[in-house]
């Protein structure tokens, strides 16, 4: 009898090669409105499934929910069903003032600061993008007439951590060289779980909030303050067409 998967409540060939990963199940609804056609397939937790076809190509979108632990789940199963390409498409917190809401980031790396891949791998281990996925979205965002960005990205556990521990990212040496471009809560699970199972995985997020260091060390509120706007709903958009040109872009690779 066919293993169903524990949390996605999926088989053995239910999903493409190609799975889009926003955390947010509504999110699955903005994506598959570009898709030629669609069906859900699962929705158990916060784990909805969707499959069709984009531009002929077979495709899925899975929800991830919020954070690594239940990321790293989402990855293992669709693995173990049959994806071999992952593009998150989320939301992020940019660290430099001049990345703004309705832009989007394009991670290389994820600064791993959360604790789900402590258990999997060592201290030393580097959570980056595939460098063929990372390739695709960055053509993909220029293509488009997208601003992207391409940096280093936090990846951390709590929401609403103090102040005084965000703070502490000034430290970091990926900080003082400029790399470390933003914060979100899932693309190192992603990267680390994507690599060791032998896939391929990037992202592609939508700036959601502009929290550079020195103005949350004048006024630690701004951390928690999203922006609901016009321009933060443009960017979520910018994200999702930006993956789906990336795995055009891929597929005619192959």
């Known amino acids: 009898m066919e293993k169903t998967q524990p949390h996605l409540n999926l088989i ?11 955390g947010d199940p509504a999110r699955i609804d903005k994506i598959t409105k570009y898709w030629d056609s669609w069906k859900e397939i699962a929705y158990q937790r916060e784990f909805r499934t969707c499959v069709g076809t984009y531009k002929g190509i077979p495709v899925a979108a899975t929800s991830t929910g919020i954070g690594s632990p239940s990321a790293a789940i989402a990855v ?6 049959g994806a071999k390409t992952f593009i998150r498409i989320g939301t992020c917190g940019a660290l430099k003032s001049e990345i703004q809401p309705g832009d989007i980031i394009i991670p290389s790396r994820a600064l791993r600061l959360e ?3 402590q258990e999997y791998v060592n201290d030393d281990f580097q959570a980056s993008a595939d460098p063929t996925v990372l390739k695709s979205l960055e053509t993909s ?16 556990d709590a929401f609403y951590e103090s102040a005084e521990r965000f703070l502490r990212l000034m430290k970091l040496p990926e900080y003082a060289c400029g790399e470390l471009i933003s914060s979100e809560m899932e693309c190192s699970a992603i990267y680390t779980v994507a690599k060791l ?3 391929r995985a990037g992202a592609v997020l939508a700036v959601n909030t502009t929290e550079p260091l020195d103005r ?6 701004l951390i928690y303050q999203l922006e609901v706007s016009p321009r933060a709903a443009e960017g979520i958009d910018r994200a999702i067409r930006t993956a789906l040109r990336a795995v055009e872009l891929l597929d005619q690779e192959n």
Do not use: C, W, Y
């Open 115 to 117: 604790g789900t891949t």
């Open 76 to 81: 293992e199963e669709l693995v173990a069903v």
């Open 12 to 22: 053995t060939g239910d999903v493409p090669a190609f799975v889009f990963l926003p």
């Open 141 to 156: 965002a220029k293509e488009l007439g997208i601003k992207s960005f391409t940096g280093v990205n936090r990846t951390h």
């Open 197 to 199: 199972r032998n896939t």
């Open 216 to 221: 949350i060390a004048k006024n630690p509120d």
